[in-house]
């Protein structure tokens, strides 16, 4: 098993903990208290090194898509969901049953909900763009205001316009 760093980066929303090997980024995920932040000696590879400049240029607005290599294990099933979620494109979003059909099961909603939910590498596999089919906000592990923020973020830059939820 390859060694795994961990950093921090400060981003608009919030405290993001990166960890990842010399070839993948395994976790992006966002920190909410000072316990859940890693204590001892963080690393930082040339792939996180790259994670966090492409972060700064996706909140900046100067980028859509990450081109930087992603692993997290998990079932066949799961690879598929997240496999979904990377083809969602910038500022666009679909419903949880739309998800569950593109994998090809219409009746794997709770199980794609719940997969969404598992996912360790938020923004990058954009999980936050799956949404209710009532187009209402629902389930984000970094919290629904973040998920809004992210979502609002996306659509101005794509469509030049503030608001997209209210």
């Not at 969901?81 to 059909?101: A, C, D, F, M």
């Not at 973040?146 to 996306?154: A, G, P």
Request: charged letters at 20%; one cysteine or more.
């Amino acid at each position: 098993m390859e060694e795994l760093y961990y950093t921090y980066y400060q981003s608009p929303i919030g405290m993001i903990k990166i960890a990842g090997t010399d070839h993948y980024i395994a976790e992006l995920s966002f920190i909410d208290k000072p316990g859940q932040m890693k204590h001892g000696e963080p690393g930082i590879s040339e792939v996180m090194h790259q994670c966090t400049e492409q972060l700064i240029e996706f909140f900046s607005g100067k980028r859509k898509e990450f081109d930087i290599p992603v692993h997290q294990p998990g079932t066949f099933f799961q690879q598929k969901v997240w496999g979904e979620l990377l083809q969602i494109p910038y500022g666009k979003t679909i419903s949880y049953l739309e998800l569950s059909r593109l994998i090809g099961d219409e009746k794997a909603v709770r199980a794609v909900a719940a997969t969404n939910g598992k996912n360790k590498i938020g923004i990058i596999i954009p999980c936050h763009r799956v949404i209710g089919s009532d187009k209402s906000l629902i389930g984000y592990a970094g919290g629904v205001w973040r998920k809004k923020w992210l979502l609002q973020h996306e659509f101005k830059i794509s469509h030049g316009i503030q608001t997209l939820f209210d």
